[in-house]
């Protein structure tokens, strides 16, 4: 018990934010570090004091580059991280992770660094729970600032080795589509490396596009995606007196659009499979008829009228029991009756109106048939006096 509530406390307080926040910044801060001195090893700045040993240094090798962008990030992540941003925490996991994968698989050294890195996102992991923001300002500019970091890194890493692919990459415009080409993971193949820099460089660029680029656009979209479901569900709880089509056969798709196209307002109800029968405009909402707890999210209380037009009996019969379990609907449930012989069983549910297009059909052919005039009134004679409700 007690430890499961330390573990509670350390996966939901804000101190957990902020401990992460700055073990990512330390973590970046000695990633840094520990690659300038080993740069720095020409001089000793003690004696040559700290200009001649900066001089020193030159241009960082180009296996460097990667892990020196990747500390950069980790700090500018803490930032989010600190507020507790979803977005920041998922890619600063990914981003340790390859760290990792570049000690051990590329420089092929694990050193007090590495474990570092390993034992924060052991930590990061643990504390999943204390950094449930889902923002969509972050989640945009962690996102951008990810995918332009690493698109910087590809072209000028691109360029700066450009003489090690076949053909040399000498342009901006060929460093910028050989980028794209490895983020995006298509690899056409018109441009390959060499050398062995060349290809340890591409293979960075392609398991950090692999993991940043991606997971930075999934995220964004996602996150879009939830954001238009929750627009929905909000207009729907505003709803009332509105009208609820239940099922996926082509009357209630058409007669969902003929109630959308007269102003009403109408929900439509039917399983993730069948959503494309109504057009793109509909409010449907996706899920199991026969559940409550879907009818419910359709706001079935303040409705005016709900019509089951399953094509199967057995499953409107399941609906309109349903809703009886709901107390507190007024609404007037209309159903029809695909099979005419389950006529007697589906009214004993006692619905506002019950219809049989076989039994509307025979009737009006036969009028046709003999020679009967047939008017509005007598369509709507027929539907009132024999289907409905006593």
Same mark, same amino acid.
């Given at each position: 018990?007690? !430890? ?5 406390? $350390? ?16 973590? %970046? ?19 040559? %004091? ?6 020193? /240094?030159?241009?960082?090798?180009? &296996? ?46 694990? %050193? ?12 990061? /992991? ?12 972050? #989640? ?18 691109? &360029?700066?080795? %450009? ?34 820099? #060349?290809?340890?460089?591409? /293979? ?31 207009? $729907? ?13 082509? !009357? ?15 929900? #439509? $109800? ?5 959503? #494309? ?17 879907? !009818? ?23 609906? !309109? ?32 109106? /019950? ?8 009737? $009006? ?26």
């Amino acid at each position: 018990m007690k !430890l499961s509530a330390i573990l509670n406390v $350390i996966e939901t307080s804000k101190v957990t934010r902020k401990m992460m926040s700055l073990l990512l910044i330390l973590n %970046g801060i000695f990633i840094i570090y520990s690659i300038l001195l080993s740069r720095g090893i020409y001089l000793d700045w003690e004696i040559h %004091g700290f200009s001649a040993w900066l001089k020193s /240094l030159g241009v960082l090798k180009l &296996l460097d580059i990667p892990k020196v962008m990747l500390a950069c990030a980790l700090i500018l992540l803490s930032i989010f991280m600190y507020l507790g941003a979803r977005i920041a925490w998922c890619v600063s996991l990914i981003l340790l992770a390859t760290i990792i994968f570049l000690d051990v698989a590329v420089y092929q050294q694990m %050193g007090f660094q590495s474990y570092f890195s390993f034992i924060l996102a052991i930590g990061l /992991l643990m504390s999943w729970r204390a950094f449930p923001h889902h923002s969509l300002t972050s #989640a945009g500019f962690v996102a951008f600032i990810c995918i332009l970091s690493l698109l910087l890194f590809s072209m000028l890493g691109s &360029l700066y080795i %450009g003489d090690e692919f076949k053909p040399h990459i000498t342009t901006l415009m060929d460093a910028f589509y050989f980028s794209i080409v490895c983020m995006t993971t298509l690899g056409f193949g018109d441009i390959v490396p060499v050398s062995t820099n #060349a290809r340890i460089f591409t /293979l960075t660029v392609v398991i950090l596009g692999i993991t940043v680029f991606t997971t930075s656009i999934v995220y964004v979209m996602g996150f879009l995606a939830r954001g238009t479901r929750d627009i929905v569900k909000k207009r $729907i709880a505003k709803m009332h007196n509105h009208f609820i089509i239940i099922g996926s056969s082509v !009357l209630a798709s058409q007669l969902e659009k003929g109630l959308r196209e007269q102003g009403k307002q109408v929900i #439509a $109800i039917c399983t993730d499979k069948n959503k #494309a029968t109504y057009d793109v405009q509909a409010n449907i909402i996706e899920g199991d008829p026969t559940n409550l707890k879907t !009818l419910l999210s359709a706001n079935i209380a303040k409705a005016s009228w709900v019509a089951t037009l399953s094509e199967s009996d057995a499953e409107n019969t399941f609906i !309109l029991l349903t809703i009886q379990e709901c107390s507190n609907v007024n609404a007037k449930l209309i159903t029809i009756i695909n099979q005419d012989e389950n006529r007697d069983k589906i009214s004993r549910l006692r619905p506002d109106m /019950l219809f049989s297009l076989a039994s509307l059909g025979k009737e $009006i052919m036969m009028k046709v048939l003999c020679g009967e005039s047939i008017s509005s009134s007598d369509v709507t004679d027929l539907l009132l006096n024999k289907y409905l409700k006593s």
